[in-house]
């Protein structure tokens, strides 16, 4: 899978079959106020394909019916109806409609400028988490933009909708005042060894309590979820500065170099110096 991940290049296309309905920035002011790039809904069949090396802004995406792929962190899953993902910036990010299948989804693309983009805010996420409404959101948005009066005051109402519900999914976290505790005080220190131990202290908790708390909030173990913060970071640095691979892999808590784009190339399916090269391309 890996080899596959290094061959994929920047891809952009939508086909004769697909529809969608788009609000941009441009179109929206209240958009380019929250730094939102576009927004839209969909219903793609082949020959439907996106790929982004360099992801500059995070990406929200809800698959509504149908089927599609999606390659986020590291690997290819089928998006199924009631599924929901949040691809951070600087992400390997790619996803495309199947034969003889239609596909429906939402999406939300942030700028760069937005705190979602921001390095070190969350980890990639792909679970179950019903995206319906911010598909009616989005539409309301849409129609009153192109059919409406584009009145401001409704399309804050539209976007406040729409931001509030990627809320609830994208930060449940936030909601647990242990992990908050917990997280505040890992990722602005990707670079210092932690332990599960040290984390639980934080959070007031045994090990395994706070195992089930993080596998319940972020599907991961607190040690698979720190992985995630250190390679997101790995990832900022590598497509935004020019520190050599050993530097950037010390200051996300890696003595090894090899240990750290062996990591980084499970998880990302791309080696640190090739993602380098396609963020800079």
Not at 113 to 127: D, F, K, L
């Amino acid at each position: 899978m890996a080899i596959e991940h290094e061959q994929l290049s920047e891809t952009h296309i939508v086909g004769a079959d697909t529809q969608q309905w788009i609000v941009r920035a441009e179109d929206c002011p209240v958009l380019a106020q929250r730094h939102i790039s576009h927004l839209g809904v969909g219903d793609a069949a082949v020959p439907y394909r996106i790929v982004r090396t360099r992801l500059s802004g995070a990406y929200i995406h809800g698959s509504l019916s149908g089927e599609g792929r999606m390659l986020l962190d590291g690997r290819w899953c089928i998006m199924r109806r009631n599924m929901m993902s949040f691809a951070p910036a600087h992400a390997l990010h790619a996803f495309h409609a199947v034969p003889e299948k239609r596909w429906q989804y939402c999406w939300l693309r942030y700028l760069p400028s937005a705190p979602r983009s921001v390095v070190g805010t969350i980890a990639p996420i792909m679970q179950d988490f019903d995206p319906e409404p911010m598909k009616y959101a989005i539409l309301g948005l849409y129609s009153e933009v192109f059919h409406g009066k584009g009145d401001a005051a409704s399309c804050v109402m539209w976007v406040d909708t729409i931001e509030r519900y990627i809320a609830r999914f994208a930060d449940p976290w936030r909601r647990d005042p242990r992990i908050v505790a917990v997280f505040e005080s890992v990722m602005p220190t990707l670079e210092r060894q932690w332990t599960i131990e040290e984390m639980a202290e934080i959070a007031h908790v045994s090990t395994e309590h706070l195992r089930r708390i993080s596998r319940k909030v972020f599907g991961r173990s607190p040690m698979q979820q720190l992985t995630q913060l250190r390679m997101q970071h790995a990832s900022h640095l590598l497509a935004t500065s020019d520190l050599p691979v050993e530097e950037i892999a010390g200051r996300v808590g890696y003595q090894s170099p090899f240990a750290f784009s062996k990591t980084f190339k499970r998880m990302n399916g791309v080696s640190p110096s090739h993602f380098r090269l396609h963020t800079r391309e």
